[in-house]
């Protein structure tokens, strides 16, 4: 063997990371800072993989290399070419097999330290599994509750700004969480990549001082918690926001410009809520965001249908260790304000 073989944990000991799985395997999950270099593209990959089924794996192989030595030859002319020798790469695949072996052991002929992740991926993907089972026992979280539009966001923003730790559940997800939080033009990332995330997220807290999440359901979008994520949050201190319902409207208006400049994509989100509210509540809300009379319909979402589903949920979590925290407006200066007394 040319090249040296590496542990999960060595990771960050080396200059670059390579996976060179196809782009759908990177697209749905990979190592944090690692760079894409293919060995196979997607169509390559399927097409061996019939060739292995249906005619024999020696045929495959065949196929497999000449294909896999014409995309690295690509990657050395395009990606590496101008790396010194001094170099150290870390490749790696799926579990560690030929894929990741063919990479590094050119890379290693060539002079460069090059080494291959024991186990690939899927390695890696169990250390992030146990790292996620374990690290949040290790933090006291300060948990931001409140109905609908009381601004625990940007209040989050407010305080990353003044310095606190700060786990941006809802960014890590992109979602706002709830049947309208599904924000414009953005896709979720995979289950996968939103572990990945969160695992980078939580290794960067210093568990002497405390971390400010937001209050969330176990599953934000098509995204769901880890267990001990959750639990955690649940057994942690609760901060609950008291706002008044004007500065939530008016906040909400703010927040989601996107659904008053598109009534018809609001109308949309709202159908989801049919199983919920009957269809003469549905029409009624369509006509108002059809006809621009938003404060009369966020205030009615709010009062109709988000503060009571938020009573029935905080009824069931967080009934230990609640402070009220009154804040009078949703202002920048106010939110400032209030999350400089939090973090001091």
């Known amino acids: ?111 460069w330290a090059a080494h291959q992740l024991e186990g690939g991926y899927k390695a890696y993907r169990h250390q992030v599994l146990a790292d996620l089972a374990t690290l949040p026992q290790q933090f006291r979280f300060r948990v931001i509750s409140g109905p609908t539009g009381s601004g625990k966001s940007r209040l989050l923003a407010a305080l990353a700004a003044q310095g606190a730790q700060v786990l941006d559940l809802e960014g890590l997800a992109a979602h706002r969480g709830s049947v309208l939080g599904r924000l414009p033009d953005v896709m979720q990332p995979s289950q996968k990549r939103f572990d990945s995330l969160l695992d980078v997220a939580l290794q960067a807290f210093d568990p002497t001082r405390p971390v400010f999440v937001e209050a969330e359901s176990k599953k934000i979008g098509f995204v769901s918690l880890p267990d001990a994520l959750y639990g955690r949050m649940h057994d942690s201190e609760c901060l609950q926001l008291e706002v008044p319902l004007a500065a939530r409207v008016a906040f909400l208006k703010r927040d989601y410009d996107f659904y008053l400049s598109e009534p018809e994509r609001l109308v949309t989100q709202l159908g989801f809520l049919r199983n919920v509210h009957g269809k003469a509540q549905l029409e009624a809300w369509a006509a108002m965001a059809r006809g621009g009379d938003f404060d009369a319909l966020v205030g009615e979402l709010l009062t109709g249908h988000y503060d009571p589903l938020y009573l029935r949920s905080q009824g069931k979590h967080y009934t230990q260790a609640v402070q009220p925290l009154t804040v009078p407006a949703l202002d920048d200066a106010t939110l400032q304000q209030v999350a400089s007394q939090l973090a001091g």
Not at 47 to 61: D, H, I, M, N
């Open 1 to 111: 063997m040319f090249f040296k073989l590496a542990t999960v944990a060595q990771r960050h000991q080396f200059d670059e990371i390579i996976d060179v799985r196809t782009p759908a395997e990177f697209a749905e999950d990979h190592i944090p800072g690692a760079i894409n270099c293919p060995v196979m593209s997607d169509e390559e990959r399927v097409r061996v993989g019939t060739l292995y089924k249906q005619v024999s794996p020696f045929e495959a192989r065949k196929v497999g290399a000449a294909i896999a030595a014409r995309n690295i030859a690509r990657h050395l002319d395009e990606q590496f070419a101008r790396h010194p020798k001094s170099w150290r790469p870390l490749v790696y695949c799926w579990r560690g097999g030929q894929r990741s072996g063919s990479m590094a052991i050119i890379l290693a002929q060539i002079g």
